[in-house]
């Protein structure tokens, strides 16, 4: 059974710039979940996906948007890429419904360096 | 709002000694799970352990083993005769359980070394 897959594994990008990275979650899993590690500020919470709609959204700019297609996989966006920006990304995959929670697995992580 | 402590942000052991790391955690609602992830150098977190806050049992896998305490709201973890594959980041996480979504709150990490 495939994992959860995270495209590109590294990615240096130029401040001002916008990336757009990629997840495909375990099969039938319906849930997706970003998440933002940083030496400072740890593991954040950014936004979850659940049958292509927003479900829940952390404390971030209005730069970090994302979304989901219908086979389930996400993509996350940041537009106007400031150094600060610079993390791993990782995604996590979950079969999660209402009011339930199975857990989740992770990917191995995108790591953004922005320059 | 939902926190996860994890005070102790580095320990270091020779192998095969026990080592144990502590979570505490806070929440308003009733209904929660705790985890515990491994990220290894690689970068991934590796899925250790759920519990939900309703099972109180304590919980044995191999070499690790988890105890939880609602009454101090902690979810502590030991790994027992270590060894230097253990060394990784360990994090302790909270999920609530809400129809409008789940997300895990992270503690911060503690990172544990391992020397032969």
């Known amino acids: 059974k495939a994992g959860v897959t995270q495209t590109p594994r590294y990615l240096i990008k130029t401040r001002g710039q916008q990336v757009t990275l990629s997840c495909s979650p375990i099969s039938g899993h319906r849930s997706v979940s970003w998440y933002q590690q940083t030496p400072g500020q740890g593991l954040q919470f950014l936004f979850e996906y659940f049958s292509e709609t927003q479900r829940n959204k952390g404390n971030f700019p209005g730069r970090f948007s994302g979304r989901q297609f219908s086979n389930s996989r996400s993509e996350m966006n940041v537009s106007t890429l400031e150094l600060g920006d610079s993390a791993l990304y990782l995604c996590?995959?979950?079969?999660?419904?209402?009011?339930?929670?199975?857990?989740?697995?992770f990917g191995s992580g995108t790591r953004l360096t922005v320059v | 709002a939902q926190k996860v402590t994890q005070a102790q942000t580095e320990i270091s052991v020779v192998e095969k000694e026990d080592v144990t790391l502590d979570c505490v955690y806070e929440?308003?609602?009733?209904?929660?799970?705790l985890f515990w992830y491994k990220q290894p150098p690689s970068g991934e977190l590796v899925f250790l352990i759920r519990?939900?806050?309703?099972?109180?049992q304590n919980e044995i896998s191999g070499r690790y083993s988890w105890n939880f305490q609602k009454s101090t709201s902690s979810f502590n973890f030991t790994i027992t005769a270590s060894q230097v594959v253990d060394s990784a980041v360990y994090f302790c996480a909270l999920s609530e359980v809400k129809a409008a979504g789940n997300k895990l709150t992270f503690g911060g990490g503690t990172r544990v070394l391992v020397k032969p």
């Open positions: 996590a995959s979950s079969l999660a419904g209402t009011l339930a929670n199975y857990g989740y697995t």
């Open positions: 929440t308003r609602d009733t209904t929660y799970y």
């Open positions: 519990r939900n806050s309703f099972d109180e």
